[in-house]
T-cell receptor
Framework: NAGVTQTPKFRVLKTGQSMTLLCAQDMNHEYMYWYRQDPGMGLRLIHY???????AKGEVPDGYNVSRLKKQNFLLGLESAAPSQTSVYFC????????????FGPGTRLTVL | KQEVTQIPAALSVPEGENLVLNCSFTDSAIYNLQWFRQDPGKGLTSLLLIQSSQREQTSGRLNASLDKSSGRSTLYIAASQPGDSATYLCAGGWRGSQGNLIFGKGTKLSVKP
């Protein structure tokens, strides 16, 4: 199993550009999450999904959209990138539900100029 | 609002020393607590998961405890090695949070040969 994978690993955007980050898991997990990690702020939840076709907002959802059209994929979109969205983005998934171990992807390092 | 705090932010110890990393949380109705390891530029690797019904979990040289009444968890590392150098994050999950985790900001551990 590859576990949780993220595409791309690095990206540089100009202010106002849009992009989509892809998270894929091959463990048949129901729940998936997008976090961002910033120096001095720790990890913060952006959006999450409790199953195919569902999404919900986390702590810092503004400026992001998500979709879970297939159970194994969770997409994070930036509609109009801003320098404040420069961060490392992590995707995670869990199996049956709350109380299970979260598995994390390797991260996407995004810089917005 | 649930919060997770880790003190100190950084710790340096000589090789072979036994050490304790601390994590505190504000809401004693915690559902579970996870300890993660993060190497520079990498994703998070789950080390130990403690359910609210448990008091501790062990894996090799690692032992994590959970005391809900005092709002504290500790990660004990026995006979530390230079390879243990990393940032250690604790994260709490609460019932009704859909598996969302609240992270501390981490303790950066350096084990000197």
């Amino acid at each position: 199993n590859a576990g949780v994978t993220q595409t791309p690993k690095f990206r540089v955007l100009k202010t106002g550009q849009s992009m989509t980050l892809l998270c894929a898991q091959d463990m048949n997990h129901e729940y998936m999450y997008w976090y961002r990690q910033d120096p001095g702020m720790g990890l913060r939840l952006i959006h999450y999904s409790v199953g195919e076709g569902t999404t919900a907002k986390g702590e810092v959802p503004d400026g992001y959209n998500v979709s879970r059209l297939k159970k194994q994929n969770f997409l994070l979109g930036l509609e109009s990138a801003a320098p404040s969205q420069t961060s490392v983005y992590f995707c995670a998934s869990i199996n049956r539900g709350p109380g299970d171990t979260q598995y994390f992807g390797p991260g996407t390092r995004l810089t917005v100029l | 609002k649930q919060e997770v705090t880790q003190i100190p932010a950084a710790l340096s110890v000589p090789e072979g020393e036994n050490l304790v990393l601390n994590c505190s949380f504000t809401d004693s109705a915690i559902y579970n607590l996870q300890w993660f390891r993060q190497d520079p530029g990498k994703g998070l690797t789950s080390l130990l998961l403690i359910q609210s019904s448990q008091r501790e979990q062990t894996s090799g040289r690692l032992n994590a405890s959970l005391d809900k009444s005092s709002g504290r968890s500790t990660l004990y590392i026995a006979a530390s090695q230079p390879g243990d150098s990393a940032t250690y994050l604790c994260a709490g999950g609460w019932r009704g949070s859909q598996g969302n985790l609240i992270f501390g900001k981490g303790t950066k551990l350096s084990v000197k040969p």
